[in-house]
């Protein structure tokens, strides 16, 4: 939607944030400042206002929130004093009459009655017809939540010339629709999407590096150790204190016969791993850790050929590890990578020699999370007020044509999104935010305005399985307009499905 003048909340956006790079992702969903909408030629409308009742005559109520502004339009047609009777309870606003060209008439402070007068002349009727009465409420320093309440209500009573309603149409044209519908923006969340989680891919796998040195050095100061060719990319490390570290490529090798069934594509349980002479039991740090980290081995008389190592990702599933160094007292593998397990699971982690006997250990596998970007489709929004549903969400002062209530006395509104959606496997919301699309088709973050408007989220539900999104939205009279996307950011279990 398109927003101008004044800001009416703060956005409302609570943590929750992971580690990973997500706390820039998050900065990035905060609202920015108001962008001005590009203006575009309007197309003459065909609707013709001829009936309409002006209540120039009669009271007209208003409530205003922290930083609203709110106007009445007056269409003047000819010379004539103009005047305005105010009630205003609540806080103290900020009232004036404004001209078409801008300038102040009578502007201050005011709660209780009072009585605006101005004069409009030949001259103010060239400059264009729309006069306004304007109330601005005070801005405050608060949550979304508390902004949205009125701080001030009343009613005003207007006295003008009569109205020029069709120089009025001519000059005050309605605008088009937003071209598109919410699938246009989505080659641009997926891009961006795609971006968080590489950024994050990348912080993860500079982390699982220092860690491999780590476990590296730890085992330098015991026997040599073979590396395993044709596992995950690793740093060579330094020479090893008793013997060099073997290079040669080495064909892949199963599990010693009798203690550990085959594992197929998909994995299987661990069978009967069978213990003879009581072998030492392993040790294995960390005991918990996702696709990708690094996990050593110690223990003794794992023979000087690599084996096989497999970790139970989920109940009867097991999966063969990368090996990426290997010796008769420790071993030092990557964690699988797997997708599309939902939960952590505690279960064994077997190392079978090539020769003796398979032995296993309790660790936890903790499924790789990633994050997705959702958008509402229209079946998932409630809109308030005169909308169109484009590549925004756009609250125009005319957004069917030529509409005098609306061009005259502008509106404020909620509108929802995901009303009864709930997230499953275990994504979570971790962050909210507005952002647009522009006339040139880019993405930007925040809200983009047209004359006096404003939208803030209202609430959101940060941290838990519920996309649910409220904002609050005002337009003044006259041309001003708001546009905006609503963006939800969730995390989860990678690979698995959030709806």
Not at 12 to 41: D, I, N
Not at 225 to 232: D, F, M, T
């Amino acid at each position: 939607m398109k927003l101008a003048g004044n800001r009416w909340m703060a956005a409302l956006v609570v943590g929750g944030v992971s580690a990973l790079g997500a706390q820039a992702t998050f900065a990035q969903l905060l609202l920015a400042p108001r962008e001005r909408a590009v203006q575009k030629p309007l197309a003459p409308s065909q609707a013709t206002p001829s009936a309409v009742q002006l209540p120039s005559s009669q009271p007209r109520g208003f409530e205003l929130v922290p930083g609203q502004q709110m106007s009445f339009g007056m269409p003047i047609g000819q010379a004539g004093p103009v005047s305005a009777e105010l009630d205003v309870q609540g806080e103290s606003i900020s009232v004036w009459i404004e001209k078409p060209d801008g300038k102040r008439v009578g502007e201050r402070p005011l709660i209780g009655r009072a009585m605006l007068q101005a004069q409009a002349t030949e001259a103010d009727l060239k400059a264009g017809p729309l006069w306004k009465l304007v109330l601005k409420a005070p801005a405050k320093a608060a949550d979304g939540l508390q902004l949205a309440k009125p701080v001030a209500r009343g009613n005003v009573k207007l006295s003008h010339p009569g109205p020029d309603l069709g120089r009025l149409q001519t000059t005050r044209m309605a605008k088009g629709a937003d071209a598109g519908r919410p699938q246009d923006v989505l080659p641009l969340v997926q891009q961006e999407q795609a971006a968080i989680n590489a950024r994050e891919a990348q912080v993860r796998q500079s982390r699982q590096q220092d860690d491999l040195q780590k476990a590296l050095a730890a085992l330098r100061s015991g026997a040599p150790l073979q590396k395993v060719e044709g596992g995950p990319a690793a740093p060579e490390p330094a020479q090893a204190s008793g013997g060099a570290l073997l290079a040669k490529q080495l064909p892949p090798r199963g599990p010693a016969a009798g203690s550990i069934s085959p594992v197929g594509a998909t994995g299987t349980a661990v069978q009967g791993v069978v213990a003879s002479n009581a072998p030492p039991r392993l040790t294995v740090n960390p005991s918990r850790g996702s696709p990708g980290d690094v996990v050593t081995i110690e223990g003794s008389g794992f023979g000087a050929q690599p084996g096989t190592v497999q970790f139970t990702v989920a109940p009867g599933r097991t999966i063969p590890a990368p090996i990426v160094l290997w010796s008769d007292t420790g071993v030092v593998v990557r964690v699988p990578d797997v997708d599309g397990v939902v939960s952590a699971y505690h279960g064994p982690l077997s190392v079978s020699p090539t020769k003796g006997t398979a032995r296993s250990a309790s660790f936890e596998f903790v499924p790789a999370t990633e994050v997705r970007l959702i958008v509402p489709t229209l079946e998932q929004m409630r809109l308030d007020g005169p909308s169109s549903i484009g590549s925004n969400v756009c609250h125009p002062s005319c957004a069917w044509g030529f509409n005098l209530e609306y061009l005259l006395f502008g509106q404020r509104g909620q509108d929802v999104f995901f009303p009864d959606t709930q997230l499953r496997n275990g994504w979570r919301v971790e962050g909210v935010g507005l952002r647009h699309r522009d006339p040139y088709g880019h993405l930007k973050v925040g809200i983009q305005v047209q004359g006096n408007a404003d939208a803030a989220m209202l609430e959101s539900r940060v941290g838990t399985d519920s996309p649910f999104l409220r904002v609050g939205w005002w337009r003044d009279a006259g041309d001003s307009q708001v546009n905006y996307w609503p963006f939800i950011q969730i995390r989860g279990p990678k690979g698995t499905p959030h709806f």
